[in-house]
Protein backbone atom coordinates (compact mmCIF):
# COMPACT_ATOMS: atom_id res chain seq x y z
CA UNK A 1 0.00 0.00 0.00
CA UNK A 2 2.43 2.68 0.54
CA UNK A 3 5.11 1.30 -2.05
CA UNK A 4 4.19 4.42 -3.70
CA UNK A 5 5.37 6.48 -1.16
CA UNK A 6 8.26 4.92 -0.73
CA UNK A 7 9.07 5.83 -4.02
CA UNK A 8 8.57 9.66 -4.11
CA UNK A 9 8.92 10.42 -0.20
CA UNK A 10 12.46 11.54 -1.67
CA UNK A 11 11.32 13.32 -4.62
CA UNK A 12 10.39 17.16 -3.52
CA UNK A 13 6.58 17.37 -2.77
CA UNK A 14 4.40 19.01 -5.71
CA UNK A 15 3.16 21.65 -2.94
CA UNK A 16 4.59 22.43 0.60
CA UNK A 17 2.52 24.70 2.96
CA UNK A 18 3.88 25.74 6.59
CA UNK A 19 1.92 27.58 8.99
CA UNK A 20 2.71 28.82 12.63
CA UNK A 21 -0.37 27.84 14.46
CA UNK A 22 -1.00 29.38 18.15
CA UNK A 23 -1.37 26.18 20.18
CA UNK A 24 0.05 23.89 21.55
CA UNK A 25 0.65 20.02 19.11
CA UNK A 26 -1.95 18.29 22.03
CA UNK A 27 -4.38 20.90 20.84
CA UNK A 28 -3.98 20.75 17.37
CA UNK A 29 -3.93 16.67 17.89
CA UNK A 30 -7.37 17.08 19.99
CA UNK A 31 -8.72 18.94 16.81
CA UNK A 32 -7.51 16.17 13.96
CA UNK A 33 -8.73 13.67 16.38
CA UNK A 34 -12.22 15.12 16.60
CA UNK A 35 -14.90 13.49 14.75
CA UNK A 36 -15.96 16.19 12.50
CA UNK A 37 -12.49 17.50 11.75
CA UNK A 38 -12.76 16.54 7.91
CA UNK A 39 -16.02 18.69 7.91
CA UNK A 40 -14.31 22.00 9.69
CA UNK A 41 -11.68 21.88 7.24
CA UNK A 42 -13.59 22.15 4.10
CA UNK A 43 -14.26 25.40 2.54
CA UNK A 44 -17.93 26.10 3.01
CA UNK A 45 -18.23 26.67 -0.52
CA UNK A 46 -17.50 23.14 -1.65
CA UNK A 47 -20.52 20.82 -1.33
CA UNK A 48 -18.86 17.74 0.20
CA UNK A 49 -20.90 15.20 1.68
CA UNK A 50 -18.75 12.42 4.32
CA UNK A 51 -19.20 9.09 3.16
CA UNK A 52 -17.13 7.20 5.34
CA UNK A 53 -15.05 8.72 8.49
CA UNK A 54 -13.14 6.02 10.25
CA UNK A 55 -11.33 7.58 13.09
CA UNK A 56 -8.06 9.06 12.61
CA UNK A 57 -4.91 6.22 12.86
CA UNK A 58 -3.22 3.14 10.84
CA UNK A 59 -5.29 1.82 8.39
CA UNK A 60 -8.28 4.57 8.87
CA UNK A 61 -10.41 5.52 5.80
CA UNK A 62 -11.93 8.68 4.89
CA UNK A 63 -14.48 8.45 1.88
CA UNK A 64 -16.22 11.68 0.76
CA UNK A 65 -18.09 12.71 -2.28
CA UNK A 66 -17.36 15.71 -3.56
CA UNK A 67 -19.65 17.94 -5.92
CA UNK A 68 -17.88 19.54 -9.38
CA UNK A 69 -20.85 21.14 -10.79
CA UNK A 70 -23.40 18.52 -11.27
CA UNK A 71 -20.61 15.77 -11.31
CA UNK A 72 -20.07 13.48 -8.38
CA UNK A 73 -16.50 12.65 -7.32
CA UNK A 74 -15.55 10.08 -4.80
CA UNK A 75 -12.43 11.01 -3.02
CA UNK A 76 -11.12 7.83 -0.76
CA UNK A 77 -7.87 8.16 0.97
CA UNK A 78 -6.30 5.63 3.64
CA UNK A 79 -4.01 7.03 6.51
CA UNK A 80 -0.97 5.59 7.35
CA UNK A 81 2.70 6.67 9.05
CA UNK A 82 0.40 7.43 12.00
CA UNK A 83 2.28 8.72 14.75
CA UNK A 84 0.66 11.50 17.34
CA UNK A 85 4.01 12.96 18.34
CA UNK A 86 4.90 13.71 14.51
CA UNK A 87 2.35 13.21 12.35
CA UNK A 88 0.28 11.19 9.80
CA UNK A 89 0.05 10.30 6.02
CA UNK A 90 -3.06 9.83 3.76
CA UNK A 91 -3.10 8.63 0.49
CA UNK A 92 -5.65 8.19 -2.11
CA UNK A 93 -7.13 5.39 -2.79
CA UNK A 94 -9.72 6.08 -5.43
CA UNK A 95 -10.77 9.80 -6.72
CA UNK A 96 -10.06 11.89 -9.02
CA UNK A 97 -6.09 11.69 -8.80
CA UNK A 98 -3.48 9.94 -10.76
CA UNK A 99 -2.42 9.93 -7.14
CA UNK A 100 -2.33 12.23 -4.21
CA UNK A 101 -0.40 11.60 -1.28
CA UNK A 102 -0.38 14.50 1.62
CA UNK A 103 1.71 14.08 4.94
CA UNK A 104 0.68 15.90 7.76
CA UNK A 105 3.44 17.00 10.32
CA UNK A 106 2.75 18.88 13.51
CA UNK A 107 6.21 20.51 14.89
CA UNK A 108 6.34 21.68 18.59
CA UNK A 109 7.97 25.35 18.63
CA UNK A 110 7.18 25.92 22.33
CA UNK A 111 4.02 25.11 24.61
CA UNK A 112 2.29 27.64 22.78
CA UNK A 113 2.74 27.50 19.17
CA UNK A 114 3.50 24.59 16.56
CA UNK A 115 4.46 24.60 13.15
CA UNK A 116 1.88 22.40 11.11
CA UNK A 117 3.50 21.17 7.76
CA UNK A 118 1.43 19.73 4.75
CA UNK A 119 3.51 18.11 1.86
CA UNK A 120 1.62 16.92 -1.15
CA UNK A 121 2.92 14.93 -3.97
CA UNK A 122 0.26 14.37 -6.76
CA UNK A 123 -0.15 13.68 -10.44
CA UNK A 124 -2.90 14.39 -12.44
CA UNK A 125 -3.85 11.74 -15.12
CA UNK A 126 -3.13 12.47 -18.99
CA UNK A 127 -6.34 13.57 -21.31
CA UNK A 128 -9.81 13.86 -21.16
CA UNK A 129 -9.47 12.18 -17.72
CA UNK A 130 -7.15 14.23 -15.96
CA UNK A 131 -9.09 17.50 -17.15
CA UNK A 132 -11.50 18.21 -14.43
CA UNK A 133 -8.70 17.61 -11.46
CA UNK A 134 -6.24 20.06 -13.34
CA UNK A 135 -9.47 22.52 -12.96
CA UNK A 136 -10.29 21.90 -9.24
CA UNK A 137 -7.09 20.50 -8.24
CA UNK A 138 -4.42 23.32 -9.62
CA UNK A 139 -1.59 24.66 -7.77
CA UNK A 140 -3.88 28.03 -7.20
CA UNK A 141 -7.00 25.91 -6.23
CA UNK A 142 -4.54 23.25 -3.63
CA UNK A 143 -2.79 27.02 -2.39
CA UNK A 144 -6.30 28.42 -1.47
CA UNK A 145 -7.89 25.34 -0.18
CA UNK A 146 -4.62 24.82 2.46
CA UNK A 147 -5.00 28.78 3.13
CA UNK A 148 -8.33 27.86 4.31
CA UNK A 149 -7.18 24.68 6.49
CA UNK A 150 -4.99 26.54 8.23
CA UNK A 151 -7.57 29.26 9.05
CA UNK A 152 -9.96 26.86 9.89
CA UNK A 153 -7.96 25.09 12.27
CA UNK A 154 -6.79 28.15 13.94
CA UNK A 155 -10.02 29.32 14.24
CA UNK A 156 -11.41 25.48 15.91
CA UNK A 157 -8.83 25.22 18.15
CA UNK A 158 -9.36 28.84 19.11
CA UNK A 159 -13.17 28.02 20.04
CA UNK A 160 -11.62 25.07 21.97
CA UNK A 161 -9.46 27.26 24.47
Do not use: C
Not at 8 to 30: M, R, Y
Not at 52 to 61: H, Q
Not at 62 to 67: A, D, G, N, P, V
Not at 113 to 120: A, R, W
Amino acid sequence: MNNKFDQIQNQPPSFIQKDIINASTDAIWDFYLSHNAIKKLTPLFTPMQVVKNESLADNSITKMRIWLGPIPITWEAKHFDFDSKIGFTDMQTSGPMKFWIHRHEIKYINDRQSVIEDKIWYQHYKGIKGMLSRIFFSKPAIYILFKYRSWATKRAIKNRL
